[in-house]
């Protein structure tokens, strides 16, 4: 039993990615239960405005986890994030667990395990039953990875993979039948929030994103992060405009691309809910 | 009864400021046995050391305590005073008065009673103390100079033309080092190998000097004067009399895959090579871990068609046993591996190459016959972008050191880019410049002026490929502005570093080094060619980052440092050692085991009546007088001589009452 944080995007403006998540987890007889009244974990906002309230309620988090296992799964970058640092500060700094017990009087053994759903995939029990269901090839798509930064850094917390040159999600869509390209912005920032407050800036990073994949070949791009998927999708059409260039790249979340290769409906991962147009490149390259 | 001179140092204001130094010399003037107790502002002065001397002659003084400063300081000095005076040197004392006591404590009033209270340990001490005389021990007028690199050649030229003879040790199949892999020199642009082959062909003619070339320090053992070294001649597979050194073997090598080191691994060698074309000896060698007959039995080819049947596959690793007086070590330095720094490619990008690459892409000798041209597809690159300081002043994933030559380096192989390669842009990141030596500024101003390199000063954040570019991306802080550059060709300015395996090469010569791996010179003002240990010095870049003067300098120092060794014939050693009373030892042999120099063994005596008797005995010239032995003999009856009164001091302690 797994005890799965949705999170505040999957809820509402990325559903298509907490869709995909639980379509993929049911079809792999992974059980899991939501972690009950959960709360927003503040992601970016929260810690610019007070270190230790953004601990406190990525604990809280915690907490609640703990009611239903000690195997946390989750699937935001940002969620992913501030989730672990909570860990990590409440497990490594007596300063921070005596604080964050005396001010929130909760109690916490300290023991819940936080994963990302990427890292749920890779493990090597579900990896095998990935591997054995009887799979749509993803033979032939080529894939450009896309970690974005929240995942790796910092590196002593996350401890996901290297921060530079990552490779670990490549070996593993590798692993399971697609080609992942080699290409030089699988780490750049997407400019995350100012998708809101300045989307210019969003433009001109998710531009040399999207040129980047396109010219090392890549037919859609994958992320792991809510935030990367609408900056990259949703934002594609104003970054045509302001470029004045043709991309027409799909972005799909992990979940999706796994979810395809074990034989999940696109409908039933919501790729039809996608901005720029996913199903053409699904019709043509994997089915 | 010992008559006791006490004589107090004001020691300008450090001493007096803080402890009342009347009051010391009024309360020890009271001090049995103390025949007279004076202080005076600097007793290290000659009329301070006249003082001194004058009483013990007026007073027939016969045991001395000067409470002063540090005895690391002036100990030698009053030593030196009172013998001049007819009084044997170590009936002397030295009290510290200064740093540990008036420069640490606050309270003058408490100072003054810590003060006195040192000096009457001081004085009870000294009465313990006996005359004792310096030991000599036979100096071995030969000397080793390990590393064959430009400070390994000036020292060994300097010993040996005053008449000493030298042997050279060095692992490489050739001499010349460094020195050898550059192409121009900075800031006279030089040719390096010009100027470094006279030097190279003079210390292999030089009849006083033996060189050993692919040859490695085994092991270590003895002392100043008389050092045991043993030495791997390891097997070049070539005989170096019959070889006349056509090159054919080398040519005919079908065992083209070993990478080629003195190109920085830029391109492969065969097997069996001669490191460079003026490589002294020139004389092949062939690498057996790369070799076909070696690995597998086969081949044989440089055999047939070498003209004097010179190879030899038969031939082993010879280990020889010489003595010497003195050592020095001029192993010179390593480079850091820049792939750690993931943000610059992590060593995967081809176009992104090291100073010294670039170097030896530049010589005509090199991997590319002396073309500029991009490793991954052999294009000359017009835009060339060098970062400087990777993994220098980098306390977090690199050296917090400034490796002191790349600022210099940078700007020379920029103005050689610019002479090949005259429309190329040559762009340079730095944080400082660091041109300190003569002709350096004005040489950085040339390029930056005459020859138009562009100096951004700012840090490069990330290098990625793009096409057949690499993207620099970096700030400039004087504009204030981000800064892409796309480039064809980047070179990092790696930090300089100690050798790899130096540590196990200090442990071999019982050498201290540093946390980073270099080795720690006697003082770092007044000792820079000069190793903690007796008789092994420091030349060139092992000990810190050198340019060629600065080692050819310190080559020469170290040099003269073991002519002074050589210019007695005898050792003169300190008799503040170890010595065993044989008479209650027990022969338990504890004090052989713990000792850690090695200074105590077990002698067999044959007595007047033909018996034979064990003892153990202490090595004069081994010992260092640390007193480890003393603290361990169960039978107390080793004693350190000059430390008898070390009980006594410790009476004296258990009166004061504070």
């Known amino acids: 039993m797994l005890a799965y944080y949705p999170g505040c995007s999957l809820s509402a403006s990325c559903q298509e990615y907490g869709t995909s998540c639980e379509a993929v987890m049911k079809k792999l007889e992974i059980e899991y239960g939501e972690v009950p009244d959960w709360n927003c974990c503040g992601a970016s906002a929260a810690h610019n405005y007070s270190e230790d309230l953004s601990l406190a309620i990525s604990f809280r988090n915690l907490v609640m986890a703990e009611k239903v296992s000690h195997d946390l799964i989750v699937p935001c970058s940002a969620c992913f994030n501030r989730l672990k640092t909570a860990d990590y500060q409440f497990n490594n700094s007596e300063e921070k667990r005596e604080w964050l017990l005396k001010n929130t009087g909760l109690e916490y053994s300290g023991k819940v395990k936080v994963e990302h759903f990427a890292e749920l995939m890779m493990r090597s029990d579900v990896l095998k039953k ?69 989307v210019d800036v969003v433009y001109d990073l998710t531009y040399k994103i999207l040129s980047s994949a396109k010219k090392a070949g890549a037919d859609c791009i994958v992320t792991v992060c809510p935030l990367c998927q609408s900056n990259l999708d949703l934002r594609q059409r104003g970054v045509e405009k302001k470029f004045g260039e043709k991309i027409d790249m799909p972005i799909l979340y992990i979940s999706q691309l796994v979810g395809l290769g074990i034989g999940i409906p696109p409908k039933e991962l919501d790729l039809h809910k996608h901005a720029v147009d996913a199903m053409r490149f699904i019709k043509q390259k994997v089915l | 009864m010992a008559r006791v001179g006490v004589f107090i140092c004001w020691c300008g204001n450090n001493i007096a400021d803080n402890v009342d130094v009347d009051a010391v010399r009024d309360a020890i003037a009271l001090e049995p046995g103390v025949v007279c107790s004076e202080n005076y502002r600097y007793m290290c002065s000659s009329p301070g050391q006249n003082l001194v001397a004058d009483k013990v002659k007026q007073l027939k003084l016969d045991r001395i305590v000067v409470a002063s400063c540090s005895p690391k300081l002036h100990e030698k000095t009053f030593r030196g005073c009172i013998e001049q005076a007819g009084l044997n040197p170590y009936l002397l004392e030295i009290a510290n008065i200064r740093e540990q006591c008036s420069w640490v404590h606050t309270d003058k009033h408490l100072a003054t009673k810590k003060a006195i209270e040192l000096v009457r340990m001081s004085i009870a001490k000294v009465k313990r103390s006996k005359a004792l005389k310096q030991i000599t021990a036979p100096m071995e007028k030969r000397a080793l100079v390990i590393g064959a690199g430009i400070g390994g050649i000036q020292a060994a030229l300097d010993i040996a033309m005053a008449g000493h003879s030298v042997v050279i040790v060095e692992r490489n199949p050739s001499i010349g080092g460094r020195m050898a892999q550059l192409d121009k020199t900075f800031p006279t642009m030089d040719c390096s190998a010009c100027i470094l082959t006279p030097r190279m062909v003079s210390v292999f003619q030089n009849s006083s000097i033996k060189i050993h070339t692919y040859s490695e320090i085994e092991s270590v053992s003895g002392h100043v004067g008389d050092f045991t070294v043993r030495i791997r001649k390891r097997a070049r597979s070539v005989d170096m009399e019959k070889c006349v050194g056509c090159g054919l073997c080398v040519e005919k090598c079908p065992m083209k895959k070993a990478k080629n080191e003195f190109n920085a691994d830029l391109n492969n060698r065969p097997a069996i090579y001669i490191p460079f074309p003026q490589a002294i000896p020139n004389v092949p060698v062939i690498d057996r871990k790369n070799c076909s007959f070696f690995l597998r039995g086969k081949c044989k080819l440089c055999q047939k068609v070498c003209p004097a049947e010179a190879i030899d596959y038969t031939q082993e690793d010879e280990i020889i046993e010489e003595r010497f007086g003195g050592i020095v070590i001029a192993t010179g330095h390593g480079l850091l591996d820049h792939s750690i720094y993931t943000e610059y490619g992590g060593g995967k990008i081809k176009d992104v190459i090291t100073g010294l690459q670039l170097e030896r892409s530049i010589s005509s000798c090199g991997p590319w016959g002396g073309h500029i041209v991009r490793p991954s597809d052999h294009k000359e690159p017009k835009t060339v972008v060098f970062i400087q300081c990777v993994g220098s002043r980098d306390e977090q994933k690199g ?96 930090a300089i570093t100690a050798q790899p395996d130096t540590k196990k090469m200090a442990r071999k010569l019982g050498v201290a080094i540093n946390k980073n791996d270099f080795y720690s010179e006697a003082h770092p003002k007044l000792g820079p060619v000069e190793s903690l240990s007796a008789g092994v010095f420091l030349a060139g870049s092992c000990e810190s980052p050198k340019d060629i003067p600065e080692t050819v300098s310190s080559a020469s120092g170290a040099a003269v440092k073991a002519l002074l060794l050589f210019s007695k014939d005898e050792m003169i050693l300190e008799p503040t050692i170890s010595s065993i009373d044989t008479r209650t030892c027990v022969l338990c042999g504890t004090c052989k085991d713990i000792c850690p120099f090695g200074a105590i063994d077990e002698e067999e005596l044959t007595l007047r009546n033909g018996n034979k008797v064990r003892q153990m005995k202490v090595l004069d010239s081994v010992c260092h007088g640390c007193g480890v032995c003393v603290a361990s003999c169960r039978s107390k009856c080793i004693q350190l001589q000059g430390n008898e009164g070390i009980f006594d001091v410790l009476e004296s302690f258990k009166k004061v009452n504070v």
């Open chain 2, 399 to 494: 050296k917090s050191y400034c490796s002191k030559l790349c600022c210099m380096y940078t700007a020379k192989q920029s103005i050689l880019i610019k002479e090949h390669i005259p429309d190329a842009r040559v762009f340079v990141f730095y944080i400082d410049i660091r041109a300190s030596g003569k002709n350096y500024e004005e040489f950085v101003r040339r390029a930056q002026v005459e020859y138009g390199v562009t100096y951004i000063r700012g840090r490069v954040s990330k290098l990625f490929e793009d096409g057949d570019k690499v993207v620099v991306r970096g700030t400039d802080t004087l504009l204030g502005e981000p800064v892409t550059i796309n480039a064809d060709m980047v070179v990092l300015a790696t």
């Open chain 1, 130 to 198: 990935i591997k054995e269901m009887p799979v749509v090839s993803l033979q032939g798509v080529k894939i450009a990875v896309y970690y974005g930064c929240m995942l790796m850094r910092p590196a002593d917390i996350m401890r996901f993979d290297e921060p530079d040159n990552p490779d670990r999600l490549d070996k593993f869509f590798n692993d399971i039948g697609a080609v992942s390209v080699d290409w030089s912005h699988k780490t750049e920032c997407c400019g995350a929030i100012f998708s809101l407050s300045n």
